[in-house]
Nanobody
Framework: QVQLVESGGGLVQAGGSLRLSCAASGRTFSSNTMGWFRQAPGKEREFVAAISWSGISTSYGDSVKGRFTISRDNAKNTVYLQMNSLKPEDTAVYYC??????????WGQGTQVTVSS
């Protein structure tokens, strides 16, 4: 079992930056692929980024490539999402997820990110 708590969301102007953090509990954190997803009002949950257990492999959704960076610190049981050049369309609730195999299995409660134009 993995429990996840996100933080770092807030209100930012377009072009600004935010860094989200996801603190995980559970002994298996370092062996899990971790990911970030987001959900805007009236839209389906969307993949944002994922990182392998070692941190060597990362992947990103097309809408955030080149602007967002996912990273992790296994010693701190924390995964991060650095978001730069934010756009109003990035406004959403951002969720951290821990994978089991190839699919997310555990979810945090989410943190709101609002980008004003």
């Amino acid at each position: 079992q993995v429990q996840l708590v996100e933080s770092g969301g807030g209100l930012v102007q377009a072009g600004g930056s935010l860094r989200l953090s996801c603190a995980a509990s559970g002994r298996t954190f370092s062996s899990n692929t971790m990911g970030w997803f987001r959900q805007a009002p009236g839209k389906e949950r969307e993949f944002v980024a994922a990182i392998s257990w070692s941190g060597i492999s990362t992947s990103y959704g097309d809408s955030v490539k080149g602007r967002f960076t996912i990273s992790r610190d296994n010693a701190k049981n924390t995964v991060y999402l650095q978001m730069n050049s934010l756009k109003p369309e990035d406004t959403a609730v951002y969720y951290c997820a821990a994978y089991k195999g190839l699919a997310p299995a555990y979810w945090g409660q989410g943190t709101q990110v609002t980008v004003s134009s």
